[in-house]
Structures are given as structure tokens and as C-alpha cells.
């Protein structure tokens, strides 16, 4: 892989250029591929049939230059994307759709759509709007659930961040249960800060009924953090980020999070949200077997740089990230996780198996989706092809269960 890094990390690269690809119908659809395993760096013939991958096999040379093959991007933290909010009290399912649709293109098959802190009404309503737009199927495909970050967060200033205080509660088991009938029982991760009171109980319910809790937007103690982990909690939210701008150097909640050897992180590798120094340091303790990134991408990402009306905030868009003046905090990222792919590269000198791995194959285990991230026979074919030019993935073709989804002009 270190060799591979030398041919495409430098600015002297050709852009690749020739792809084998045919498609036949036979039994169903039929696609076979050449390109170069993102895994082991060999050339590779990647055969699909109807949603599924029937053969890897690799071949002995390539007279060609040739794409990446890996599997699909599976980003289970944003907001919305290209003017869509998923938070939006007017959602509709051709809403959803086009913002799904926009990801296809930035290699993203699979997201967890993501509704933060409202009030009760408000949330209900959201899951329900969202429940009722996963009835295009082809939505469906790459959604297979929803994140609720919020309402159950710390109410300090900085540690929730653009989160509105004003709507910010205690873990109440009784609404989540409504919210996750509302949500079709869709709700898969819910972000919790592990010192508010009820915290515990409700940690232990979600583990038990199957929901993935994540310490997020929170300052918990040591103490709190490991009584939460103990009660369940697995995952830390876009760690580093919902934190106050100042904080001790000792006792502070991110510490104990790293060295907590049960939590996995997300990290958001933006450039922005987190310093070089950061993602490296995070990287370097949890490894890449225990960091997911995420684009915590808002609805501005894609749009026009200005000020905006979201969620009752006014928020300041820039070329590179979304910021809550009034609070002096970020509010979210303006840019698709396929980002985060070549900055991880960049900052760390990983491998682009390992920055894949934290963009798809870990997110598909964290959430028990046995059915894609990782380039396997009898996964389903949620695969793209991409190239890395000047450290930043391009990506050229997108396949979603076997089916093309979207390919650069």
C-alpha cells in the first residue's frame, strides 16, 4: 500500500483513465469490473449479479491504469445535504430522495439521516416524515435508519454546542419509545450526555432494546463516563467537537473517552473541526479498528457561502464550515464524508485500506449492517470506484445494490 501512496499521492499523477466495465442481462443484471483493490492494491476482476457481489478474484498484472474499487461510504452522522435538512418540519420523501441522491456522487451509499434537538412535537413529527419517505425504495436502500442527537444533552454552554438550550431535557424513556414507534422503529444510534439525571436507566433500556447509545455534546466526569459504558454506551460522538473552547487539562471529558478501551470514537476530519494534531492523536490511541469518521454535514453543504435561518439559529456558512456565531461554537460541517476520506490519509499517513475501513467497514459493523462495507462475496454490491488526486478522493462511478447510481461525466 506504501507503494501505491507514492504512485497517487503525488501531483505529478495522471488522472486514471480507462475502466473496464460491462453490463449484460442475463439472469438479472450482470456487471463485471477491472480495478484495483482498495485493500491490497492489486488488480482485481469484481463480478455482480442482481444486488450482489458473486466474485473477487485477482489478477496476476494490468496492462492499465485503473480506479479503486471499494465499498460504498456509510456516513451514519449528517444532517442534511444540498438544501435538504432532515430535521426540516416539511420533509418529504422526494426531499430525502434528492439529498440521498447527491451523496451517490460522493461515493456516500449509506447514511443515517440525523435529527438533533427539538421539542417534542417537532421530533415526533420528524421521524414521522422520515418514516413515511422511506417508502421509496430506493431511499430505502441507503437508508436503513436514523441517528437522534439530542434532546438528552448537557445544557452548558459549549458543551451543547449549536444545540438550542431551550429544548434540551433529561433522558425520558417514555418519549424516545415514541419517537421510535413514530420512526418505524428506525432509530438506531441516540446521543446521550452520560451526567444528566436518568442518564443510566435510559442507556440500559436503549442497550437492551437494541439502539446503540453514543456520550455526545456532554462534560461527564470519569466516573459518569465508565458508569455509562458500563451501562451500555459503546460509541463516542464526533469526539472533541460538543466540547466548550476552554476546558481543564486534566479533568476533562476527553480523556476518559480515549482511554476507555469499550468506546469507539467519530471523529469529523474535516480540517476544521479537528486540528491535524488532533486526528492524529485520536488515531494513534483508539487505531483504526476503533474510528469512524462522519460529515456532520448540515443542508448548507454544497450551497453558497452567507448567513442562514436553521433551526430557529442564525448561522454563518463559510467556504469551509458552518458556525453559530452567537455561541461562538461550529454548528456543523459543509462538507460530504468522501472529505474526510483523503484529509484521514493526509493527516495520519494511513493507508487508504485503513481510511476506507473507518468510512464503511466500521460504521456497517458498529451497526450490525452484515450486508455491505467491505468488498466480500455475498455482500451487497454497495461498491464504488474512485481515485486519489492531489490527497482527495474522486470518485467516478457509484453502484448501489448492483445497480449504477451515478457516474462522472
Not at 479503486?68 to 452522522?77: E, H, R, S
Request: glycine share 8%; aromatic share 8%.
Amino acid at each position: 500500500m506504501r507503494t501505491d501512496r507514492k504512485i497517487y499521492f503525488t501531483n505529478r499523477i495522471i488522472v486514471f483513465v480507462v475502466l473496464f466495465f460491462w453490463i449484460n442481462y442475463s439472469n438479472g443484471q450482470s456487471i463485471k469490473l477491472v480495478a484495483i483493490a482498495y485493500d491490497t492494491g492489486l488488480p482485481v476482476t469484481v463480478e455482480i449479479t442482481g444486488d450482489k457481489i458473486t466474485k473477487v478474484k485477482t489478477k496476476n498484472r494490468s496492462d492499465e491504469p485503473l480506479l479503486f474499487v471499494a465499498p460504498g461510504l456509510i456516513d451514519i452522522q449528517i444532517n442534511g445535504y444540498m438544501g435538504v435538512d432532515f430535521s426540516d418540519q416539511s420533509l418529504t420523501p422526494e426531499m430525502l430522495h434528492s439529498a440521498v441522491e447527491a451523496l451517490w456522487a460522493q461515493g456516500v451509499t449509506t447514511i443515517l439521516p440525523t435529527v438533533i434537538t427539538a421539542s417534542p412535537e417537532n421530533l415526533l413529527n420528524s421521524f414521522q416524515l422520515l418514516a413515511a419517505a422511506l417508502t421509496v425504495q430506493k431511499t430505502a436502500l441507503s437508508v436503513p435508519g436514523f441517528h437522534l442527537e439530542g434532546p438528552y444533552l448537557s445544557p452548558e454552554k459549549g458543551f451543547r454546542g449549536a444545540h438550542l438550550e431551550k429544548y434540551i431535557r433529561n433522558p425520558d424513556w417514555t418519549e424516545f419509545m415514541a419517537l421510535q414507534a413514530a420512526s418505524g422503529n428506525k432509530i438506531k444510534i441516540v446521543t446521550v450526555a452520560p451526567e444528566t439525571d436518568g442518564a443510566l436507566p435510559f442507556i440500559r433500556n436503549c442497550t437492551q432494546s437494541g439502539v446503540l447509545v453514543s456520550l455526545g455534546h456532554h462534560n461527564g466526569t470519569m466516573e459518569q463516563i465508565t458508569l455509562a459504558t458500563d451501562a451500555g454506551a459503546r460509541f463516542s460522538t464526533h469526539l472533541g467537537n460538543g466540547c466548550a473552547n476552554m476546558i481543564d487539562r486534566h479533568n476533562n471529558p476527553i480523556w476518559p473517552q480515549l482511554s476507555e478501551d469499550r468506546l469507539a470514537i467519530s471523529i469529523i476530519a474535516d480540517g476544521f473541526h479537528l486540528n491535524r494534531q488532533e486526528v492524529r492523536t485520536f488515531y494513534k490511541v483508539k487505531g483504526p479498528e476503533k474510528v469512524i469518521l462522519v460529515s456532520d454535514a448540515l443542508d448548507l453543504a454544497g450551497m453558497p457561502p452567507g448567513e442562514y435561518i436553521r433551526s430557529e439559529r442564525k448561522v454563518l456558512l463559510t467556504n469551509d464550515v458552518v458556525k453559530f456565531p452567537v455561541e461562538n461554537v461550529l454548528a456543523g460541517a459543509a462538507s460530504p464524508i468522501s472529505i474526510c476520506v483523503g484529509n484521514m490519509m493526509n493527516f495520519t499517513n494511513c493507508s487508504i485500506a485503513d481510511a476506507i475501513r473507518m468510512a464503511s467497514t466500521n460504521p456497517a459493523k458498529l451497526l450490525g449492517l452484515d450486508d455491505r462495507g467491505s468488498l466480500t462475496v455475498n455482500k451487497r454490491a454497495d461498491l464504488i470506484l474512485f481515485s486519489i488526486e492531489n490527497g482527495k478522493m474522486v470518485v467516478y462511478k457509484t453502484i448501489l445494490a448492483g445497480q449504477v447510481v451515478y457516474e462522472k461525466k
